[in-house]
């Protein structure tokens, strides 16, 4: 599997990768960001598990993969924060002739007020959650010391949970694109049910 996933996938290019992926999707959530990041695990565990002599070169390592993908989106979320921060009327009445926007934002600063953020957390795996947890934080002038440490959280969480899926999944199934189908499919799961506990009021 190494082989055919090509050179970008040695040396500090995956990395790069997977930085600006991470970080670009809070503003295009269609970026498959967690399915580089799951590839790259998934490479990782091949190169962990090959017999001495034979690892390939440039293996990238699992715990700098997973510290590029969480500083790369907690950065994206605090531009789009400050970009929303400093967008004026023109965004808040984008946000107000969205049903959804304006009630995820009414929610979310509800949660922050309250010094919870689970909802911050919750939404690094939905859809794009992050997207508008970010916008929103920032549109409503939220204090960054309310909304950074649950973003950094977030970011770590959903690093550590994509990058754990692609290497045990290689660790069990093998380094195959079988593995890395299950992986995605696990992470799509995973957005899938936040998204689904988002969309829910809370009682």
């Known amino acids: 599997?190494?082989?055919?996933?090509?050179?970008?996938?040695?040396?500090?290019?995956?990395?790069?990768m997977v930085a600006v992926s991470v970080l670009l999707d809070v503003f295009l959530p269609?970026?498959?960001?967690?399915?580089?990041?799951?590839?790259a695990a998934t490479a990782a565990a091949a190169g962990t598990g090959a017999a001495p002599g034979h690892v390939p070169h440039a293996v990238p390592d699992i715990l700098a993969l997973t510290f590029c993908a969480a500083a790369a989106s907690v950065l994206g979320d605090l531009v789009a924060y400050r970009l929303a921060w400093r967008g004026g009327a023109r965004l808040d009445r984008a946000i107000a002739r969205s049903r959804r926007l304006?009630?995820?934002q009414e929610r979310l600063g509800e949660a922050l007020s309250r010094g919870g953020g689970a909802l911050v957390v919750l939404a690094r795996f939905a859809p794009a959650g992050r997207s508008i947890v970010s916008l929103g934080a920032g549109a409503t002038?939220?204090?960054?010391?309310?909304?950074?440490?649950?973003?950094?959280?977030?970011?770590?969480s959903w690093a550590v949970y994509s990058v754990a899926?692609?290497?045990?999944?290689?660790?069990?199934?093998?380094?195959?694109?079988v593995a890395t189908a299950v992986s995605v499919a696990a992470l799509f799961g995973a957005g899938a049910g936040a998204g689904f506990l988002v969309r829910r009021r809370p009682a």
Do not use: C, K, N
């Open 1 to 16: 599997m190494w082989d055919s996933m090509g050179s970008l996938e040695a040396g500090p290019w995956i990395y790069a």
């Open 30 to 39: 269609v970026l498959p960001s967690g399915v580089l990041v799951i590839t």
């Open 102 to 104: 304006s009630s995820a």
């Open 141 to 156: 002038h939220r204090r960054v010391r309310e909304f950074l440490p649950w973003s950094a959280l977030a970011g770590l």
């Open 165 to 177: 899926l692609g290497y045990l999944g290689a660790q069990w199934l093998g380094a195959t694109w």
